[in-house]
């Protein structure tokens, strides 16, 4: 626990460790059994005030969009804003599909890939990534226990990438 608070000042991916810890959990220990789960409620409740304080003393010392003022333009982050919550998670799927693509094949790699903001379902490449991600959700979901260790990983992938997936603006 000490190691996470520590974690959590140093780089703020460290946010989803209590979570990939719960999929572990569910996966290895309890074997996909939600009741069992739920019974070791008491090993996750540290992670969570730990969380919850964090958060908190975040809040308190960084201005929420004090980031974006400081930098001036929309430029110089991974994401354009789009202009409203449904074309900012097409957007974010988008971003999903490329972090995959580089996973898989890593060419032209780049501290920060500008991706455009998804405006319409029009936009072919947001639909596309859209399927092969709903596809690898379903895959890992029907194929958890047959196929664990590619399942649990998919999820990991999905879990790990939570903090910078922007989905909530910071």
């Known amino acids: 626990i000490l190691m996470f608070a520590l974690g959590l000042f140093s780089k703020e991916e460290v946010l989803a460790l209590p979570l990939v810890l719960v999929l572990y959990d569910y996966y290895f220990i309890v074997k996909f059994k939600p009741i069992e789960l739920l019974k070791k409620w008491q090993c996750y409740l540290p992670f969570l005030v730990v ?57 032209h790699l780049s501290a920060f890939h500008i991706i455009p903001s998804v405006a319409s379902w029009r936009d072919g490449e947001a639909i596309a990534s859209l399927i092969v991600i709903f596809g690898l959700l379903c895959y890992a979901l029907y194929n958890r226990q047959k196929n664990t260790a590619v399942s649990f990983f998919i999820f990991l992938f999905f879990i790990s990438s939570l903090p910078i997936s922007n989905i909530i603006p910071i």
Request: charged fraction near 5%.
């Open 51 to 107: 969380t919850i304080i964090y958060l908190s003393a975040r809040l308190l010392v960084i201005k929420p969009g004090s980031a974006i003022s400081s930098w001036g333009s929309a430029a110089y982050f991974n994401i354009i804003p789009a202009d409203n919550v449904l074309w900012h998670l097409l957007t974010i799927i988008k971003t999903f599909y490329l972090y995959i693509t580089l996973l898989l094949v890593p060419a």
